[in-house]
Structures are given as C-alpha cells and as structure tokens.
C-alpha cells in the first residue's frame, strides 16, 4: 500500500511488485497511511489536515475525522484497533498535539499535549499500554494509555526525533532522528541503552559570493559551509543555528551572509571573520527563505508560522506580512528593491509592495508553490509548484498580473529556480534530482542532467553567468557548465573517517567495516582517490 502527491492510494502484490488496485481521494497528496491489525480498516491522512477512515476490502470511504489545522504526517493504531493516534504538521506552533479517535464513532477521545514542536512519529507498544511520541523538539515522551499521562520523557538526541519504534518485545525502544543516530531505551526506566552512529549529511541552500570566489551552503547538521570554488574545499563552518539551516543568501556588497533555520531564528553573519553578528527572533516556526534587498539594507524572511518579515538592518525592527493560510516556502526581492514576492503550501505567490506591504498580485496555482525567481528586469516572476506528480514552472507577466506560459518538465515538486542575469536562461531543481535548463521566452527545455541522488534543494547562477551550482538531499554540491551542461566538479564535506586506511585493521566484521566505509573510510580494494 502506498500514497503520494496525486492523492491516490495504491495496492500491490508484494511478491510479484504488480499493482492490484487505485483508490483515488479527495484531499489532495497524501502524507500519511496506516492500516489496522486485523485489516479492516485504512487510514489516510492528507494535506489538507483531514483524516479519512476506508474499509479496506470495499475501499469506501467510512468517515472523515476533523480537528487538526495541518497537514497530517503521522497516523497509528492501537494494537485492538479501537483506537487511533494522530499528529499533524505544526505551523505557526499551533499544532504540537496527538489526538486519539474512537475508530467506530470517530469521535475524538483526548488531545495530548506537552511537545513543543511539531510531533514527527507515534508508536503503540506490542500490549497496548504505552504509547511513544517523536518530535522536533528533540525529545520523545512515553504516554500511560489508562490515565493518559505522560510517564517519562526521553532527552538525549542533539536535533529533532523523526521516527520511533518498539522491539517485538515491547521492552525496548529504538528512535531515530536529524542527528544521525538510531538510540535504544529501555521502555520501563527510559534509559539510553546504546547509540548507533550513521552518517546523512543534507544540502537545503546555496548561495553564490558577489565575486564568484566563494559559495555557502546550509545544511542538516545545523551548520554553514563556507566553500572555496578555486581549490573546492570548505574553509570554514559556521556554527550557531540549533537545528537545520533551510535558507542562505549572501548580501549584495559580499560583507554579510543571512540564514534561516528550523530553529526559528534568522541570522547574520560577517561573511570575513564567519562571527554571527545578529540573532533575529519573531518568527514562530521554521524559517524556509531569506533573502536581501539590493541595497542591502533590508532582509526578507518567510517562514512557516504563515508570515513575511522585511527586517530593517539598522535597528533589528521587523515589519510583518501575513496573507498565506499555510506554511511559506520563498520570499524574494524584486530587482529594483521595490517589491517583495511570496508562496507557499496554500498555492498562492503573492507580490507586495515592500515600503507599506500593500498586497498587489496574487497568482493562483493547482498545488503547493515551493520556489520562486524574479525575471533581471522585474517585469516578470517564474515560480515552482507541484501539480498531482507533474513539477511545473510558471511564468508570470506581474504589470498585467497574467500567466505568460508554464514549463513542464520536472517529477514532482520544485525546490530551486534561478534567472541568467545575461543571457534568457531559466534553471531549475526538484525532487527528482534533477537541473534543468529552459529557454523561457520559447517555452524551451534546453538540457536536463540528473545531478543528484537525492532531492535537488537549490540551484544557482554563478554572477558572471557561467556556472551553475547545486545542492541536494545527498550532501553534495555540484557545478556545471552553464553552456554544455557538463559537470565541472563535486564538492562534498569530509564524513567522520574520511579516507582512514582500514585496509590493515583486524577483527572488524564485515557489517563493521561496510559501516565505517559509509563513514568515508577506505580499505585496500577501494583505496583510490575520490572522483571530483
């Protein structure tokens, strides 16, 4: 069984892979599925924060359950199946609960509270009587499921916990989280037992230094990379940020670097010496996009607690701007400095005036919009949005407030998008790993490579316009020429054990050393220098 982006629910044979039905819903991509112990019932839950209960053999829907205010992301049930657990993606800290239904009546028996961010996964122990809760607030709480207390909370991951799951036994809890670790509990007295390291490095941002020398990049690990594009090595990280950096921009004048991370906070810093130089608090959720005005003065940050914020450089004040009903994903300024435009999960891209926040444009869109550009002269804005599977760019005309043309092109959604300052040159990247080149004027895709493994996060032309980079869920950065499309280069952190021998290390297992290769180690089959 299976859900997606185009909001059908799929059945397979597991031993033959072939399909045996489709069953298509109403509430837009699916999130999330869980099916009860004794197969009667399925549950759904989707974007648009609406459980949905089937009977399985029939495929009809039974009912919907309404309550949460977001996205569905984690559903369970108890191991009698008379229950189920729900949590839902917070925004704006709204949501930071676990509800539990009456599967018969569906009505909803008791909301938990205590996290204090979103809950990213909820497990029912084998007998019934516990159920565990993840969370990005990096721990994981242990309720009672006769008195509904929370009976011990589990602290020791460094960033959020996204999964959580009980042995076969029920005395052992394993948890998995944004730190790169897999930690087992023992259940009866939440003791940390052992830690299994792994290694997950991933890109969500690029930026490009107004002289071309240098790029920064933010990542998982809470972190900024500074990056030599010369020599291709980072020279320096920038630590600060408690949880993922999701948003980079360099300044105009090449002095200060802005970021934007999961934590909340935007930061600022001296692009020279790598000091954070500003905190700024306000936003209320994850802050996904940041971006300067071209004369550096101002800084635009869109977050998912629904709002834009215009800081003001000089004195830390923020003005804020709030149309979208759901989370944000771009805030971007036009070229002249004049305007700022916005989009988000609620499929709209907002263009606002930047000196009083008047609301001038307002472009529809089919799905979610998830990346935004503005053309070099500021007359038209191309955005990124996903259409059931389909990643679609669309090209709009912001004097005439019309749609010019759409490209389609990518699988699923799109997360990066820039424009040539010389040439009419569209780049794109999504989460099907790929950059794409476009001729927009002529609604022409020029070339496509698959430049990564994972989801391709961002992309970006370089200032003279002759390389792209981009970055994505696989932990590297890739440049490419911007007229052959050839790849220029990979530039990838070192892992743990990067290149240590173990070739001549004894009593390690085999399952020993695949695990210290994943770290970065070689041994004496592989021990070659890396591809560049």
């Known amino acids: 069984m299976s859900g997606g982006y185009d909001g059908a629910m799929h059945f397979w044979d597991r031993r033959t892979g072939t399909q045996l039905s489709r069953l298509q819903t109403q509430g837009g991509p699916i999130l999330t599925l869980a099916w009860s112990r004794n197969g009667r019932w399925l549950a759904s839950g989707s974007l648009d924060a609406v459980i949905r209960l089937w009977d399985a053999e029939q495929g009809t829907l039974l009912q919907e359950l309404h309550g949460h205010r977001d996205p569905i992301i984690t559903l369970t049930f108890a191991p009698d199946t008379s229950l189920l657990a729900s949590s839902s993606l917070a925004s704006g800290g709204s949501d930071q609960v676990i509800k539990l239904w ?7 028996l008791k909301t938990l509270e205590g996290h204090t961010d979103a809950v990213t996964g909820l497990a029912w122990a084998p007998d019934g009587r516990t159920l565990v809760s993840a969370s990005y607030d990096a721990t994981i709480r242990l309720w009672d499921s006769q008195t509904w207390q929370c009976r011990n909370i589990l602290q020791g991951h460094r960033n959020a916990v996204t999964s959580v799951a009980f042995l076969p036994r029920g005395d052992r809890l394993l948890s998995g989280s944004f730190d790169r670790t897999v930690r087992t509990w023992e259940v009866l007295s939440g003791q940390h037992v052992r830690t299994m390291q792994g290694y997950a490095l991933a890109l969500f941002a690029l930026a490009w230094s107004p002289d071309g020398r240098f790029l920064v990049s933010g990542s998982s690990e809470a972190t900024l990379t500074l990056w030599d594009v010369t020599t291709r090595t980072p020279v320096q990280v920038l630590r600060g940020h408690r949880q993922q950096v ?17 934590d909340q906070t935007v930061r600022i810093w001296d692009a020279r010496t790598g000091a954070c130089t500003h905190i700024f608090q306000g936003h209320t959720a994850t802050v996904f996009s940041v971006d300067w005005s071209v004369d550096g003065r101002w800084l635009a940050s869109g977050s998912w607690d629904r709002s834009v914020r215009i800081w003001d450089m000089q004195d830390g004040t923020s003005r804020v701007g709030s149309e979208h009903t759901r989370l944000i994903y771009a805030a971007v300024w036009s070229p002249d400095g004049t305007l700022v435009a916005s989009a988000g999960e609620d499929g709209l891209a907002l263009v606002w005036r930047a000196t009083d926040g008047d609301l001038l444009r307002r472009f529809e869109h089919a799905g979610f919009v998830t990346a935004l550009s503005w053309s070099p002269k500021g007359d038209q804005l191309v955005s990124g949005s996903v259409d059931g599977e389909k990643g679609v760019l669309s090209i709009w005309d912001v004097r005439q407030g019309e749609l010019v043309r759409t490209l389609e092109g990518h699988r699923g959604s799109i997360w990066g998008i820039d424009w040539s ?16 080149w476009w001729n927009p004027e002529h609604g022409l895709n020029l070339a496509t490579v698959q430049a990564h493994d994972a989801w391709a996060r961002a992309v970006r032309i370089s200032p003279d316009g002759k390389t792209v980079a981009s970055c994505g869920e696989d932990g590297v950065i890739k440049l490419w020429d911007m007229q052959s499309h050839q790849r220029l ?12 021998d173990i070739s001549h290390t004894r009593g ?14 070689v041994g004496a089959q592989d021990a070659k220098p890396p591809l560049v």
């Open 246 to 262: 999701y948003a980079v921009a360099w300044s105009r004048h090449g002095n200060r670097i802005a970021s934007g991370s999961q």
């Open 508 to 521: 390690l297992t085999n399952a020993q050393q695949a695990a210290l290769r994943a770290l970065g180690a």
């Open 102 to 108: 009456d599967v018969e009546t569906g009505t909803c």
């Open 421 to 436: 300052l010389e040439k009419d040159i569209l780049v794109s990247a999504g989460a099907d790993g790929t950059v794409r």
């Open 489 to 500: 280069a990979t530039l990838q952190a070192d892992r743990p054990y990067e290149r240590l």
